[in-house]
């Protein structure tokens, strides 16, 4: 089985296409595993049938804890593109989080502040490791930034949890970024 192209499809299903599966997620992202599992069976690219089974072993040896599966039912915990926002509670982050971004975007950044752009939320990284990884996708010497939660929670901007290295938030005006390296 090739779990990194499942793993993927999976993603783009529950983040970005849920209606080219024909699936219908609830308020907080959910759909039930058995549809999931109709869905991709439709198709013929795996050479068997997907099982819960594969679905676990998908999030066992995954690099990133992208999904959650809770009872009968399965969503991703960040990263929607979808127009319809998912519903997240906000919580209180780490005073400090980090994103890593490209030296192409930073001027821009740096201007409007940063934005969700094609996602749903703006996504954050617990730590400059997770930062530096998550910029290293766009530029090899990624640029850091680090914002201010605290100040950020005091103007009404609200942070979700997305997983143990990734939190959600709206927009970030800014005032509350700083950049680490350049
Ligand atoms: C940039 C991956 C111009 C932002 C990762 C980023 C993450 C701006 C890009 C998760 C901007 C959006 C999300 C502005 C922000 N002007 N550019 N005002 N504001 N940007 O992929 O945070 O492997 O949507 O800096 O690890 O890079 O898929 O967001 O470069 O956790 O599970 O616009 O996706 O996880 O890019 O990554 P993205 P991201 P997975």
Redesign the pocket.
Known sequence: MNYLRLSKEV?YAL?HNPKQYNLTLDSLGYVQIEELLFALNKSTHYPKEITLEDLNKVIEIS??K?LEITEDKIRAL??H?FITKIEKVSALPPEILY????HS??D??L?????????QY????VDQE?AI???K??DEAPVI?SIDTKSAIQSGIKFYL?ND??WLSD??PIQYIRVLNS
């Open positions: 993603s983040r690099d990133k992208r960040y990263g593109s994103h890593g971004t490209s975007t930073i821009k950044i201007k409007e502040g940063l934005k969700p752009m094609n996602r703006v996504h954050l990284s997770t990884q998550v910029g996708r766009r930034l997305g290295k990734v927009p970030i």
